[in-house]
């Protein structure tokens, strides 16, 4: 059984900084790319940042500069340092592992609000 749990969220003014952490459990971390997403009320789930088993990175345009993805393989975390937040990356925030280009998981997601 594979469970991905996130925890960081929080309610911040524009401006500030958060830092998610995705723990994951099983053995499924050291073969997975990982990748945040987020999904605002009524509307789609949406891809945010991402990191491949060999640490390559990748990010959406919309957190681009402001956001940082990192993964700790042996603690079998990865992390989404957010800064100068906006009130539209008010969001759920959700960790996905890809294990083996095949096997997809999701966490239950953490709520990030951005509100002065």
């Known amino acids: 059984q594979v469970h991905l749990v996130e925890s960081g969220g929080g309610s911040v003014q524009p401006g500030g900084s958060l830092r998610l952490s995705c723990a994951a459990s099983?053995?499924?971390?050291?073969?997975?790319?990982m990748g945040w997403f987020r999904q605002a009320p009524g509307k789609q789930r949406e891809f945010v940042a991402g990191?491949?088993?060999?640490?390559?990175?990748n990010y959406a345009d919309s957190v681009k500069g402001r956001c940082t993805i990192s993964r700790d393989n042996a603690k079998n975390s990865v992390y989404l340092q957010m800064n100068s937040l906006k009130p539209e990356d008010t969001a759920v925030y959700y960790c996905?592992?890809?294990?083996?280009?095949?096997?997809?998981?999701w966490g239950q997601g953490t709520q990030v609000t951005v509100s002065s």
């Open positions: 996905r592992a890809v294990s083996r280009g095949i096997y997809v998981y």
């Open positions: 099983g053995s499924i971390f050291s073969d997975s790319n």
């Open positions: 990191i491949t088993t060999g640490g390559t990175t």
